[in-house]
């Protein structure tokens, strides 16, 4: 289990702003809805833009889901490793894996349909294919009614490819990579340009150096 989400918890959904000194800590399971430390609650980001067009801040986090099936996973938890170590980077998290709801097959695509329905991004998780078929390719089929764009995630570990059935489903398939999680969220869920640049550091021989 990955290390600062707390055995046995999945990770928060809710996150006030915290005390001076806390930015960079783990997630606290304390209910509500989710943000990264030091993000305040979210509000609309300014009347002169659509949400899902504004840029992303602590004012305006993206609304994310991820796939479940009421239970913590490894690739669960390690989707909000991963968020939580981006630098800049504002979310909450509209799953709820810990609140399974009682009755049987439709009362959970209900509960399911309520934890999509607000969000601007679906986060796929294509391990539970093999285990859950049934239930997460309903998650994919809503979001995609529902026009949620889809960032499926390929298998961790693996370098099997992601079943037709579902990468048919995704806006985006992506590796186990931050970088790669975050760009895809932000060009699918804000349509924000994600074109980064590495810095190369070299040194100069003595003979390109200027007098």
Not at 2 to 11: M, T
Not at 67 to 76: L, N, P
Request: glycine fraction near 4%; hydrophobic fraction near 40%.
């Amino acid at each position: 289990m990955p290390a600062g989400l707390g055995e046995g918890k999945s990770p928060p959904r809710a996150r006030a702003a915290p005390e001076p000194g806390s930015a960079g800590r783990s997630p606290a399971d304390i209910g509500g809805c989710e943000f990264r430390a030091a993000h305040a609650c979210a509000r609309l980001a300014s009347s002169e833009a659509p949400e899902h067009l504004a840029a992303m801040s602590q004012a305006n986090p993206v609304r994310l889901f991820v796939t479940h099936v009421w239970e913590d996973s490894d690739d669960y938890l390690r989707v909000f490793e991963y968020l939580e170590s981006a630098k800049n980077f504002f979310y909450r998290n509209y799953s709820t894996p810990d609140l399974r709801p009682a009755g049987e097959k439709e009362a959970l695509r209900e509960d399911l349909r309520r934890q999509i329905a607000p969000v601007e991004a679906v986060i796929g998780l294509s391990s539970l294919f093999q285990t859950h078929q049934d239930i997460f390719t309903f998650q994919l089929l809503f979001a995609q009614a529902s026009q949620k764009p889809v960032i499926l995630m390929k298998p961790f570990g693996s370098q099997a490819a992601v079943p037709k059935a579902i990468a048919d489903l995704a806006n985006e398939i992506v590796d186990w990579d931050e970088r790669a999680l975050v760009d895809a969220i932000r060009r699918q869920a804000r349509h924000e340009e994600t074109t980064r640049w590495d810095t190369i550091e070299f040194k100069l021989d003595d003979e390109f150096k200027l007098e």
